[in-house]
Every structure is written in C-alpha cells, then in structure tokens.
C-alpha cells in the first residue's frame, strides 16, 4: 500500500505562484509514476501532470504547459506540482495519485487541497 499526503494549497491572487506537495508513504518502491489531477466545481476530474518517480516527465496539459512543473525528490519520497502565473481557471482542489505500472490506472490517492486563485 502507499499513502500520499498533498499540502500547499491556499487562495493566491491571479499571477502569483504555490508550490504543492504530495509526501508519499507506504511500499514507495512499487511507485512507477506520480501524477497531478484537478477538478474544479461541476466539471470533471482532469490530469495536469504526471512523472515517473524518478522524474522524467510523461504529461502535461496543454493548459499548464509552460506555467506548472512536476518533480519528484525519492530521498523525501514527495513529488512537487510548481504552479506559476496562476489563473483563475487554475482554480480546483488538486490530487496526487500514484501508479504501479506503465499504463495502468492510478489505485493510490491523496485527500486532495485546495487551490484558489483570485482575479
């Protein structure tokens, strides 16, 4: 089992910057990759990044491309989402997830913080 634990949400203004975190625990070995979903009020959940644990990058949405980066420090077991210039559509409580194997789905998951960017 793995447990992911996100922190660093919070209400930022429009342009600014958070940097969330998501600490693993647990059979970390078994970790393949680590991604970041999102899902805002009344829409669907959508995937915003991911990795694999060692941190090559596999995806980013066409959204975040260029203003959030996902890494990942196995000595700390945490997996990191920057997120920049901000929007107000950025707005959502974000997830961590973890995946066992290339292409499977994501059966790890965190409680999810909230982010809120002000215009």
């Known amino acids: 089992q793995v447990q992911l634990v996100e922190s660093g949400g919070g209400l930022v203004q429009a342009g600014g910057s958070l940097r969330l975190s998501c600490a693993a625990s647990g059979r970390t070995s078994s970790i393949y990759a680590i991604a970041w979903f999102r899902q805002a009020p009344g829409k669907e959940r959508e995937l915003v990044a991911a990795?694999?644990?060692?941190?090559?990058?596999?995806y980013y949405a066409d959204s975040v491309k260029g203003r959030f980066t996902i890494s990942s420090d196995n000595a700390k077991n945490t997996a990191y989402l920057q997120m920049n210039t901000l929007k107000s559509e950025d707005t959502a409580v974000y997830y961590c997830a973890a995946q066992r194997y290339r292409g499977s789905l994501y059966p790890y998951w965190g409680q999810g913080t909230q982010v809120t960017v002000a215009s």
């Open positions: 990795s694999t644990w060692s941190g090559v990058v596999i």
